[in-house]
């Protein structure tokens, strides 16, 4: 184990930033702390730094409770979303820098900060100073130095967010190879739900302080723990219906719903991809006119109003799009193969619902 921490919290005056987070990082894993502005992600990220002290709660690092260890002690590399680079040194010695802190012999820094730029390709630019790089160049040299004096554990917080979108991607693909080859525990933060997917092995999602799920990108988006976590990773549609002898209703729409108390309201989720389209009014249930549709390169998001006037999204295939022979005005047959019944945030079903396994899990719409 790498870091863990246990029941942490964090207060700042009334305001509680952080409440009782309890998470751990495996060695080598490449984890995201997700969340919207006031989460609490960027917080976890400084405690675990030792640039915040926690209210209440432990940190381990290694085995070893670091509550009330030095940053310098921690052996922990910590890269700004601004990346503080020493705007009067160069490139050389922006990496150099803690390596002379720690006083390694001039040749051996000569040779690690030369392995570094060469490692991310910045082997030609040792004499640039800051303001000569571009965004991106100036946040690998910011990773550099953090890694230069061979830290357990890698913190990046919002890494990204500085740079335009198409170096942004570039980045975090090199992200993932720089992490393959050197195997650091990282951790990073960041708002952007795409990059969190694309980029970790699991993901921390949170909210108001609180923590709302950990899972790998495919189980934050397939098995979300609440509506929060549902709405936040990726499009869903969500309906509140109520159940009456065992079906929950909203207008023509129908779910199971056994087990479950009569006149419960259930709110229930299901991705664009789960609803199912076809041009033959004759094959599924539903009726439905397509009123939009949004190219989205590869994928078409389309939106369909049924006749209560009840708007839903539907995601194809630009090439299923054009098989149907479908456009906008169209009157189409759909039905809904996946759904989940959400819980609201900060809170797991209710025991009657979660006792109910066809109302938890995925299962065909009728």
Do not use: C
């Not at 995201?32 to 405690?47: D, E, Y």
């Not at 939106?303 to 189409?332: F, N, Q, W």
């Amino acid at each position: 184990m790498s870091i863990e921490l246990k029941d942490i919290s964090k207060h700042f005056g009334a305001v509680t930033a952080v409440n009782q987070v309890s998470f751990s990082v495996e060695d080598g894993e490449l984890m995201a702390l997700l969340g919207p502005s006031g989460g609490g992600k960027t917080t976890v990220l400084r405690m675990i730094a030792g640039l915040e002290v926690p209210s209440s709660g432990d940190i381990y690092v290694r085995g070893q409770r670091v509550n009330d260890v030095s940053v310098q002690q921690r052996n922990i590399g910590f890269v700004f979303q601004n990346y503080a680079l020493f705007k009067n040194m160069s490139v050389f010695k922006n990496v150099a820098f803690g390596l002379r802190i720690k006083k390694w012999k001039r040749r051996d820094v000569r040779d690690r900060v030369e392995e570094l730029l060469a490692l991310f390709g910045l082997e030609d630019l040792g004499p640039r100073y800051p303001h000569q790089l571009s965004g991106g160049q100036r946040q690998r040299v910011a990773i550099a130095r953090a890694l230069a004096t061979k830290p357990s554990v890698l913190l990046l917080d919002e890494p990204f967010g500085a740079v335009d979108a198409k170096i942004r991607q570039e980045l975090r693909e090199w992200l993932v190879t720089l992490h393959h080859e050197l195997n650091v525990t990282t951790i990073f933060v960041t708002h952007d739900q795409e990059e969190a997917m694309e980029v970790s092995n699991r993901i921390v999602i949170f909210s108001r302080g609180n923590l709302e799920q950990i899972g790998t990108p495919r189980q934050v988006y397939e098995e979300p723990a609440n509506e929060f976590v549902a709405r936040f990773i990726g499009v869903i549609n969500v309906l509140e219906l109520e159940v009456r002898q065992g079906v929950a209703r909203l207008n023509e729409l129908e779910f199971p719903a056994h087990g479950v108390p009569e006149g419960q309201r259930l709110r229930i989720g299901f991705r664009p991809y789960a609803v199912q389209i076809s041009s033959n009014l004759q094959l599924y249930r539903y009726r439905a006119t397509l009123r939009h549709t949004f190219f989205l390169g590869v994928m078409l998001r389309v939106e369909l109003e049924l006749p209560s006037g009840l708007t839903i999204r539907a995601r194809m295939t630009k090439e299923e799009y054009a098989h149907l022979g479908l456009e906008d005005g169209a009157y189409v047959s759909f039905q809904i193969r996946q759904y989940r019944i959400l819980a609201k945030e900060g809170m797991p079903l209710a025991p009657e619902t979660a006792s109910t396994q066809d109302a938890i899990v995925y299962g065909e719409g009728i």
